[in-house]
T-cell receptor, first 114, second 117 residues
Framework: GEDVEQSLFLSVREGDSSVINCTYT??????LYWYKQEPGAGLQLLTY?????DMKQDQRLTVLLNKKDKHLSLRIADTQTGDSAIYFC??????????????FGKGTHLIIQP | GAVVSQHPSRVICKSGTSVKIECRSL??????MFWYRQFPKQSLMLMAT?????????EQGVEKDKFLINHASLTLSTLTVTSAHPEDSSFYIC?????????????FGQGTRLTVV
């Protein structure tokens, strides 16, 4: 079955870049997502990338996809204290008219050091 | 972005009782809603997919008689945990996909923390 793996913790200093990594096993994944979960809040979609892309940039966020290695990363430039949260990697097979549930990783807890 | 409201955010119930969790899409219509469960330090696991007006599709290992899902309208889906036991204590979260266009985004509710005592 599908599996999405990511490390549980990442600690970075304020102002540095954070790179959160994710690997997945389902080669038929069509969309890959990064979600942010702040304490007591629901999941917030940060960005997503189609499987036919290898990079997507959105302000401080850069997503890199290596489809051959099934590796996805999220880079947050100039990390701020407000970026402290759990970041979930997720994948889905979008089937056009249908709608698929997402397969999530366990989430990476991003810890910001002053 | 679109808003999905989940209620209640926290609930404590006695073992053996039933609990209903509501998931509403506030400003869009959702033909499909998803229910996830998250145990501590675990990933969110898809429990079931519910389509408006039809029976929900449950993932393997999820008891349909225990987790009753009703999706009676395009803006409301409910999950009822029947005869709850302490092992059902978890974080339950719903998501909804818009019926319009080719949007691939699923909007999430804020989740419900269920504690069964």
């Amino acid at each position: 079955g599908e599996d999405v793996e990511q490390s549980l913790f990442l600690s970075v200093r304020e102002g540095d870049s954070s790179v959160i990594n994710c690997t997945y096993t389902d080669s038929s994944s069509t969309y890959l997502y990064w979600y942010k979960q702040e304490p007591g809040a629901g999941l917030q979609l940060l960005t997503y990338i189609f499987s036919n892309m290898d990079m997507k940039q959105d302000q401080r966020l850069t997503v890199l996809l290596n489809k051959k290695d099934k590796h996805l990363s999220l880079r947050i430039a100039d990390t701020q204290t407000g970026d402290s949260a759990i970041y979930f990697c997720a994948e889905s097979m979008y089937s056009g008219g249908g709608a698929d549930g997402l397969t999530f990783g366990k989430g990476t807890h991003l810890i910001i050091q002053p | 972005g679109a808003v999905v409201s989940q209620h209640p955010s926290r609930v404590i119930c006695k073992s053996g009782t039933s609990v209903k969790i509501e998931c509403r899409s506030l400003d869009f219509q959702a033909t499909t809603m998803f229910w996830y469960r998250q145990f501590p330090k675990q990933s969110l696991m898809l429990m079931a997919t519910s389509n408006e007006g039809s029976k929900a599709t449950y993932e393997q290992g999820v008891e349909k008689d225990k987790f009753l899902i009703n999706h009676a309208s395009l803006t409301l889906s409910t999950l009822t945990v029947t005869s709850a036991h302490p092992e059902d204590s978890s974080f339950y979260i719903c998501s909804a996909k818009s019926v319009w266009g080719s949007s691939t985004e699923a909007f999430f509710g804020q989740g419900t923390r269920l504690t069964v005592v």
